[in-house]
């Protein structure tokens, strides 16, 4: 015969233990972590840093499934614990008991939140200082250091030479021309050139003063001919348009993707806020009638 606990009688407006309420928080949060580990172990070894289209999609959407998975049911049992080891009452109802139990459950999901919150903060905030430091290191040492945009790309290919300034070796063979450091002329010429591209970019159209100045500049600087170095600069406008039609989509992507992890993110903890709250409510109704708790049949605790 199921045993009862035994009731208690608590100093007056004492509606909170907070004992078996952060005991709940960290049972939560230890069995997330044990179950996130174990899923990203499995991830591991069923995905490839290669992987691509519906491999990449079936990996991310069952890492999302996991995850939250792994959340709702955290929460489920961290609620069960603080409402299966909050004392009875005397002076509660039945009504009243569960809903003790109940805010128990929710107080272990509001204190797993904010310890993720701040985990999270304290994460991205070093994340963001070491790449800031980074950053800066890489600027002071490197004053050379490649760029990476489409404008700075299209003015490379457009200012590539294509003289052969090779030499015979002594195995009869041109050795390849070395690079050139761009002079302070170079560097000037190179900063209008972007500027140039960067007004084009945004009016959508190069004025014929700007592309007779671009030919007549490519030309002379690549020994190329005014056809030729007109039929560049035209390739390198079509080049720059095309790559910032690309990074724009890039961001807009990443901008859905944003707001798709958002809402699941926020989803997730409304249910697990649910799984909390049931879980103390169901911890609290095992604890007044004694039951144990079982697992696949089997007593468990």
């Known amino acids: 015969m199921a045993r009862r606990a035994r009731a208690v009688a608590l100093p007056a407006g004492s509606y909170l233990e907070w004992s078996p309420v952060i005991a709940g928080a960290l049972g939560a949060a230890a069995i997330s972590f044990l179950l996130l580990t174990f899923g990203a172990s499995v991830g591991l070894t069923l995905t490839s840093?290669?992987?691509?289209?519906?491999?990449l999609w079936a990996a991310v959407i069952g890492v999302t499934w996991w995850s939250v998975m792994v959340q709702i049911g955290s929460f489920f049992v961290g609620g069960y614990l603080a409402g299966r080891m909050?004392?009875?009452?005397?002076?509660?109802?039945?009504?009243?008991?569960?809903?003790?139990?109940?805010?128990?459950?929710?107080?272990?999901?509001?204190?797993?939140?904010?310890?993720?919150?701040?985990?999270?903060?304290?994460?991205a905030g070093t994340g963001v200082g070491l790449a800031a430091k980074t950053a800066a290191t890489a600027a002071s040492?490197?004053?050379?250091?490649?760029?990476?945009?489409?404008?700075?790309?299209?003015?490379?290919?457009?200012?590539?030479?294509?003289?052969?300034?090779?030499?015979?070796?002594q195995l009869g063979v041109a050795a390849p021309p070395a690079p050139a450091t761009p002079s302070g002329n170079e560097t000037a010429l190179r900063d209008e050139m972007r500027r140039i591209f960067t007004v084009t970019v945004k009016d959508r159209e190069l004025s014929q003063r700007d592309r007779d100045y671009l030919t007549s500049t490519v030309a002379s600087r690549t020994g190329l001919s005014q056809a030729d170095a007109q039929s560049r600069v035209d390739a390198s406008m079509v080049q720059?348009?095309?790559?910032?039609?690309k990074a724009k989509q890039a961001a807009d992507q990443a901008r859905k993707?944003?707001?798709?992890?958002?809402?699941?993110?926020?989803?997730?903890?409304?249910?697990?806020?649910?799984a909390a709250v049931g879980g103390g409510r169901l911890g609290g109704a095992h604890r007044d009638e004694g039951a144990e708790a079982h697992l696949f049949g089997q007593r468990f605790w």
């Open 86 to 123: 909050r004392s009875s009452w005397r002076d509660a109802d039945l009504a009243e008991s569960r809903f003790r139990d109940s805010t128990h459950g929710f107080m272990v999901w509001a204190i797993g939140v904010l310890m993720g919150a701040g985990l999270l903060a304290l994460t």
């Open 141 to 169: 040492g490197n004053a050379n250091a490649l760029s990476t945009t489409p404008i700075d790309y299209a003015v490379d290919s457009l200012m590539r030479n294509t003289r052969s300034a090779s030499a015979p070796t």
């Open 257 to 274: 993707a944003s707001l798709i992890a958002g809402f699941i993110t926020v989803a997730s903890l409304l249910i697990s806020l649910a």
């Open 240 to 245: 720059v348009g095309e790559l910032e039609t």
């Open 49 to 55: 840093p290669w992987s691509s289209g519906k491999a």
